[in-house]
C-alpha cells in the first residue's frame, strides 16, 4: 500500500468541509505578527493546492510542491475553473516533488507545510530535511509555519477507530480508520478501509491505505529546528494562540520559525 495513491482522487470529496480559507486567515495572521505581509510563499506539502488557492485570493504569489501527481492533477484542474482572482494574482504554481528534498531557484517571503505533513516525516532526518528545506527557500527574515500532531494530546486521548462519510455529486466515500498505536515510536499507523459508490451506477468497489503518522514532542521540534538553523518563535493549539486554554490537551499544534 502507498500512501495518497487511489485514495488521493477522493481526497477532496473526504474533505471538502475542511475550513481552508479560515485556515488561511489564521496562517497569515500568525506571520503577520512576525513580519511585515508576505507577498509570495511556499507552501510544501500542497495536495491539491486548497490552501494555495485560499492564499492567491489573499493576494499572494503561491507556489506549491508536493510528491502526489494526482493531487497536483487535480488542484491544476481546480485552478483552471477557479474564480477571478485580485488584479496582479497569478494562480499558484504546483509542482511536483519532494518536501525533505526540492530545492527551488526563487527564495520566498514566507514557507508553509499544512495539514500534518510534518507528521508524515516519521524520522528526525525526515523532519529535519523538510526543515532544512523551508530554511534554504527563506529570505532573510523570513518565517515557516508548519502543523503538526502534538505528542501530549496524542497521548492524553489515545487514537480510537473512527468512521467518515462523505459524498459529492459522482462519488458517495465511507472511510474506517483503524489505528495502530507504536507508542515505543511516537507513530500512530492509520490503516484505512474506503468503500466507494458510483452515485450513477451504484456500482461499488473499495480500496486501502496505510499512513504512519508521527507526534511530535516541543523540545524535539524546537531541538531539530535550531539544527536546521532556525529560531522558534510561536507555538500553539491550531486555529489558536496558545497550546493551553484551560480545558483539554490538543491533537494538532503549530510551530513558528524564523
Known amino acids: ?25 489564521f496562517v497569515l495572521t500568525c506571520l503577520k505578527r512576525r513580519h511585515e505581509a508576505p507577498r509570495t510563499l511556499l507552501d510544501l506539502g ?22 502526489s501527481a494526482t493531487m497536483l492533477d ?14 496582479g494574482v497569478t ?19 514566507a514557507v508553509t507545510s499544512l495539514f ?11 523532519a529535519l530535511a523538510v526543515l532544512e528545506t523551508a530554511r534554504c527557500h527563506l529570505k532573510p527574515g523570513g518565517c ?13 486521548d489515545p487514537p480510537t477507530e473512527r468512521d467518515r462519510v462523505m459524498e459529492d455529486a459522482l462519488t458517495r466515500v465511507q472511510r474506517h480508520a483503524h489505528p495502530v498505536h507504536r507508542i515505543s515510536d511516537n507513530i500512530v499507523e492509520v490503516h484505512y478501509d474506503i468503500r466507494l459508490t ?45 497550546l493551553a486554554d484551560g480545558s483539554s490537551t490538543p491533537w494538532n499544534a503549530w510551530m513558528l520559525l524564523q
Open 1 to 25: 500500500m502507498t500512501v495518497f495513491g487511489d485514495y488521493a482522487r477522493y481526497y477532496n470529496v473526504l474533505y471538502q468541509d475542511k475550513d481552508y480559507a479560515g485556515e488561511a486567515d
Open 198 to 242: 458510483d452515485k450513477t451506477t451504484g456500482s461499488e468497489s473499495s480500496l486501502r491505505e496505510m499512513h504512519s503518522m508521527r507526534y511530535w514532542f516541543l523540545p524535539e521540534l524546537r531541538y531539530l529546528a535550531r539544527q536546521a538553523g532556525f529560531s522558534p518563535v510561536a507555538e500553539g493549539a491550531w486555529l489558536r494562540d496558545s
Open 91 to 109: 494562480p499558484p504554481r504546483l509542482l511536483e516533488g519532494d518536501a525533505r528534498t526540492v530545492r527551488l531557484e526563487t527564495p520566498f517571503d
Open 116 to 126: 500534518h505533513v510534518m507528521s508524515y516525516q516519521n524520522t528526525e532526518e525526515d
Open 74 to 87: 487535480m488542484g491544476r484542474q481546480a485552478l483552471a475553473v477557479a474564480p477571478e482572482l485580485p488584479p
Open 46 to 67: 500542497c495536495g491539491t493546492g486548497r490552501h494555495a488557492l485560499e492564499m492567491a485570493r489573499r493576494g499572494l504569489s503561491v507556489t506549491g510542491v508536493d510528491m
Open 144 to 156: 515557516f509555519l508548519f502543523d503538526f500532531w502534538y505528542g501530549p494530546g496524542v497521548l492524553t
